[in-house]
């Protein structure tokens, strides 16, 4: 991309940036998409430039025209310095915490966090000498922060259960005492939420999410500020990981129409959780858009809209009440992941959470509202509450 047009983009509304961020089919012989370049070794034309390394690409794990295409596209949207491509969304959570954390450092990471995050602390980062303090969202960090605390991780809205946290508040504690604030941003993605604007420093998404939206593509992104991301590439490159060009490129395709995917999405999963909120069944609807909902002042003064993930909470009974709900849906999909264009649903496991703990109404069920109409997914769930009432009965 041209310097005049990235300059040109980054200042469009969102919906622009989608369509038109990280490719110039100008410079490129008018080639709307960028190339899929597959590449492992690149020639330098002599000694001396292979010494210095000066040349634009050096080698496939360093970076392509593909990865680099959606890199620069995600900087655009995200307001960042410099972004890098992981195969994963785990991976956008573990190589910044590499990448910041020794042993002897503290973490200080919000409760209601993405499972395997918590997962990778446990195994991984506690094995290497980091301590960790799961904090409420509710909480005021300055309690919880020690002269040893690198890194506060924050995920807003919350993990299955959609807590919301003060996030400019928490980055401002945090650069107080020398830290540095990573946030998982999938659920709003920089259509709703931009993490940098708020004081955080790495902005994490699970690209397979919406970005890709067709529940075939695995890859994450850390977009990260001007003084955290030389750190950041360093550990990627000694890590050795980077995204493989063909998924770089269906996730490239998949931005461009993510913001109308997610206006649907978002429109959608609204409509069903005010018509659940009114529904004998259900004891809470736990979705930040709603009135009702705890946090919905700080998403409010957060957010500017809501996409198509949220839970709710049955009104009483356990496990064996929440298998007959799931195992009754027929457009609902019983799968993990979410922000491809189906439905899905899922009882999330929320017995390692220490501070943030799950309902006590009932069992959570975790819909994922896909394209299909509200009307049609409305009458599948009333299958599920059949089935449960006809085990109570």
């Known amino acids: ?216 593509v695995m890859l994450g992104s850390v977009s990260a500020t001007r003084e955290t991301y030389g750190r950041l590439r360093e550990a990627q490159m000694a890590l050795g990981v980077n995204a493989a060009p063909d998924d770089a490129y269906l996730t490239l395709r998949g931005l461009r129409t993510m913001p109308t995917r997610i206006e649907r999405h978002g429109r959608s999963a609204l409509e069903i959780a005010q018509w659940l909120e009114g529904r004998p069944g259900v004891a809470r609807v736990l979705h930040p858009a709603l009135p009702s909902f705890a946090g919905h002042a700080l998403y409010e003064r957060q957010f500017s809209g809501s996409t198509g993930l949220f839970s709710m909470v049955l009104d009483g009974g356990g496990n064996q009440e929440a298998a007959a709900f799931l195992d009754a849906l027929e457009l609902f999909g019983l799968g993990y992941s979410w922000g491809g264009f189906e439905s899905l649903a899922l009882q999330p496991d929320l017995s390692d959470r220490v501070a943030a703990k799950a309902p006590a109404e009932g069992p959570v069920i975790r819909l994922q509202i896909g394209l299909e109409d509200v009307s049609d997914l409305q009458e599948d769930i009333e299958r599920g509450f059949a089935a449960v009432e006809a085990l109570r009965a």
């Not at 330098?44 to 000066?54: K, L």
């Not at 496939?60 to 310095?81: F, I, K, W, Y």
């Not at 290497?128 to 991780?153: A, K």
């Open 1 to 216: 991309m041209s310097n005049n047009q990235k300059s040109s983009t980054r200042n469009r509304h969102l919906h622009t940036q989608a369509a038109h961020a990280g490719w110039d089919p100008a410079t490129h012989d008018g080639f709307i998409h960028p190339p899929v370049v597959h590449a492992s070794t690149v020639l330098f034309p002599d000694t001396e430039t292979m010494r210095r390394g000066a040349q634009r690409y050096t080698y496939g794990l360093r970076g392509t025209p593909t990865t680099e295409a959606l890199e620069a596209a995600l900087d655009v949207m995200e307001g960042s310095a410099g972004t890098i491509l992981v195969p994963s969304g785990l991976a956008a959570i573990t190589v910044p915490l590499l990448a910041f954390l020794s042993a002897g450092d503290h973490l200080l990471c919000v409760d209601s966090v993405y499972g395997p995050t918590r997962r990778f602390c446990a195994q991984m980062l506690q094995r290497t000498g980091v301590d960790i303090t799961y904090f409420h969202p509710d909480d005021d960090l300055e309690s919880h922060m020690r002269p040893e605390t690198r890194v506060v991780f924050l995920e807003a809205p919350g993990s299955n259960t959609f807590e919301m946290l003060d996030v400019a508040r928490a980055c401002e504690i945090a650069h107080a005492g020398g830290a540095v604030t990573m946030m998982d941003n999938t659920w709003a993605t920089p259509m709703y939420f931009r993490p940098l604007e708020h004081g955080v420093d790495l902005s994490i998404h699970a690209l397979t999410k919406y970005p890709a939206g067709h529940s075939d």
